[in-house]
């Protein structure tokens, strides 16, 4: 294989890595059509290049026999690689805003950015028709196409909910100094989406990826507590014998 062949693998890895880590080697092996060996090997040259290293999980599940699978995610250094755009301007523009104008004209500036994303994101998570579940996987997708790197996973069987995943921020440098831009995008995906989602985590609050709770099962649950509700309100309540 060529140096050239080389570089373009080990980018693919790399992408992948922000996209969907923390992910193992074996994972990307299986997407990449590779060998587990030859992924380590770009997994060996991006850690020495500092551009991912190995996720420690909060957990502390049981392990089974054997070394335990390692799984990596992107480092901060490799994030800053993809475009950001204009981050260090458009932070000292908020900041400027924030001081003319106060912390509500930031607000404003946010909330704008969520509208803004809702009539773009619209139509596509439209077609995807009224389940929330196809509706966060149409706007992962939706936001991948704009740089974010998105993906959705099922939490449990992925019955009750799903996470909606985004491997890049084109704002998390701005985000981390102006909170009210991801709490802007957070209410434009509840609309969105048509469900009360949570924002469990942020790559501008120093996460590896943002991440945010999806419930899928609350329309079911609305219309089976609605049912229960009119069936209740319905039934009269019957006399004990022997009373008028």
Do not use: N, W
Request: include cysteine.
């Amino acid at each position: 294989m060529s140096q050239s062949d080389d570089d373009s693998t080990r980018s693919r890895v790399l992408d992948l890595i922000v996209e969907k880590g923390p992910v193992s080697a074996a994972q990307l092996a299986k997407v990449l059509g590779l060998t587990p060996a030859a992924v380590r090997r770009h997994l060996t040259v991006l850690e020495e290049r500092d551009e991912i290293q190995v996720h420690s999980p909060s957990g502390t599940g049981k392990r089974g026999r054997g070394r335990p699978a390692r799984y990596y995610v992107a480092t901060a250094a490799a994030r800053s690689t993809y475009a950001d755009g204009y981050a260090e301007l458009a932070g000292r523009a908020l900041a400027y805003l924030s001081q003319v104008a106060g912390e509500r004209a930031v607000d404003s500036f946010a909330a704008s950015r969520g509208r803004d994303l809702e009539r773009r994101y619209m139509p596509v998570v439209e077609a995807a028709g009224k389940d929330p579940s196809d509706r966060a996987r149409a706007l992962a997708d939706a936001l991948t196409m704009d740089g974010y790197a998105a993906t959705v996973r099922d939490v449990g069987d992925g019955t009750y909910a799903v996470q909606l995943c985004q491997g890049h921020c084109p704002v998390r440098d701005v985000a981390g100094q102006f909170t009210e831009l991801c709490d802007a995008e957070t209410q434009a995906f509840s609309r969105l989406l048509g469900v009360p989602v949570q924002r469990l985590a942020t790559l501008a609050g120093g996460e590896h990826v943002c991440t945010t709770h999806v419930p899928i099962a609350m329309p079911a649950l609305r219309k089976r507590a609605a049912r229960a509700a009119a069936h209740t309100r319905g039934r009269t309540p019957q006399r004990p014998e022997g009373t008028r």
